[in-house]
């Protein structure tokens, strides 16, 4: 990807998607490698579906350089476009998360921020999609309280109640 990138060719990707079942094949051009939560993303235009993406890196299956080149507009910003879509469509949202003083400090070692008082962590995080916060706050248990948004609490609790249920 780096190489494409550097090189500004076109990539032919087989990606599968947080929520999908089975693969795609996408054409894109790598504009950028960002590193957001512990994660990194190639921002590209993908020619199959005619607009700016986020792909996750582990989540690209297969990638081959393809020799077609592509040039980026002199005015793209990427931070802007980060800014205005991180990670998935718009709008943007954040989700914030409370982390417990049992696990708050190895969370800070590998994310940063300050401790509270009481020994724990708020962080905020991009949203890209209810899913992928729904499986972050789960990882932890207990230890990971979802403050932020409302939608995202009630989201877990249907989750949890399903669990319970079975």
Same mark, same amino acid.
Do not use: N
């Given at each position: 990807?780096?190489?494409?990138?550097?090189?500004?060719?076109?990539?032919?990707?087989?990606?599968?998607?947080?929520?999908?079942?089975?693969?795609?094949?996408?054409?894109?051009?790598?504009? #950028?490698?960002?590193?957001?939560?512990?994660?990194?993303?190639?921002?590209?235009?993908?020619?199959?579906?005619?607009?700016?993406?986020?792909?996750?890196?582990?989540?690209? =299956?297969? #990638?081959?350089?393809?020799?077609?080149?592509?040039?980026?507009? $002199?005015?793209?910003?990427?931070?802007?476009?980060?800014?205005?879509r991180p990670f998935a469509g718009s709008p943007?949202?954040?989700?914030?998360?409370?982390?417990?003083?049992?696990? $708050?400090?190895?969370?800070?070692?590998?994310?940063?921020g300050e401790l509270d008082a009481d020994g724990?962590?708020?962080? +905020?995080?991009?949203?890209?999609?209810?899913?992928?916060?729904?499986?972050?706050?789960?990882?932890?248990?207990?230890?990971? +309280?979802?403050?932020?948004?409302? =939608?995202?609490? +009630? =989201?877990?609790?249907?989750?949890?109640?399903?669990?319970?249920?079975?």
């Amino acid at each position: 990807m780096r190489g494409a990138l550097r090189a500004r060719k076109k990539v032919r990707l087989r990606y599968r998607s947080g929520s999908a079942k089975e693969s795609s094949d996408r054409v894109i051009c790598p504009y #950028a490698l960002v590193h957001s939560a512990g994660t990194w993303y190639v921002v590209a235009y993908c020619d199959t579906s005619e607009g700016m993406r986020f792909f996750r890196v582990d989540r690209v =299956e297969e #990638a081959e350089q393809l020799g077609e080149p592509f040039t980026i507009a $002199a005015d793209f910003d990427v931070a802007r476009v980060v800014a205005e879509r991180p990670f998935a469509g718009s709008p943007a949202k954040t989700m914030t998360v409370r982390y417990s003083p049992r696990i $708050a400090r190895w969370i800070r070692e590998r994310e940063g921020g300050e401790l509270d008082a009481d020994g724990s962590l708020v962080r +905020e995080y991009p949203l890209g999609d209810i899913g992928w916060g729904v499986r972050h706050a789960l990882q932890y248990g207990p230890d990971a +309280e979802v403050l932020a948004p409302a =939608e995202l609490r +009630e =989201e877990i609790v249907r989750r949890l109640e399903g669990i319970q249920a079975a």
